[in-house]
């Protein structure tokens, strides 16, 4: 389940760079906006059966539930804002924050990958 959900993430990374890439462009965006938005309901059901797979769920991993639930708040915003015409700057950095925290979080959960192998 862990590469389902590592897959679902990078996906909806991959979809809000085309998506950044076409608004700059001045393009629609509305289905891939639509498509990116499936992606969080596939990141919110395999994090979940992650984190409910857990024999014991200790505190970290509640950290991380919150914190990819501001992720995808972020991925929002960062799209809607833009679409409006405001400043993204600020988002941007916050989403490169916590998405960092995010990764690093992930990898040293007991379900995680071990990258030091």
Avoid at 12 to 24: C, T
Avoid at 38 to 54: C, K, N, P, W
Avoid at 90 to 110: E, K, Q, R, Y
Wanted: aromatic share 12%; glycine share 6%; charged share 10%.
């Amino acid at each position: 389940m862990t590469h389902a959900h590592l897959t679902t993430l990078i996906l909806s990374l991959i979809f809000l760079i085309i998506i950044a890439v076409l608004q700059n462009k001045g393009k629609n965006i509305k289905i891939w906006h639509m498509v990116l938005r499936a992606t969080y309901i596939l990141i919110i059901v395999t994090g979940g059966m992650l984190f409910f797979a857990a024999y014991s769920i200790p505190l970290s991993y509640y950290l991380k539930a919150i914190l990819g639930i501001i992720m995808i708040g972020l991925f929002e915003m960062v799209i809607v804002r833009k679409q409006k015409g405001k400043k993204t700057d600020i988002i941007w950095i916050a989403f490169s924050i916590v998405l960092v925290i995010l990764f690093a979080l992930g990898f040293t959960l007991p379900m995680g990958f071990d990258l030091i192998k």
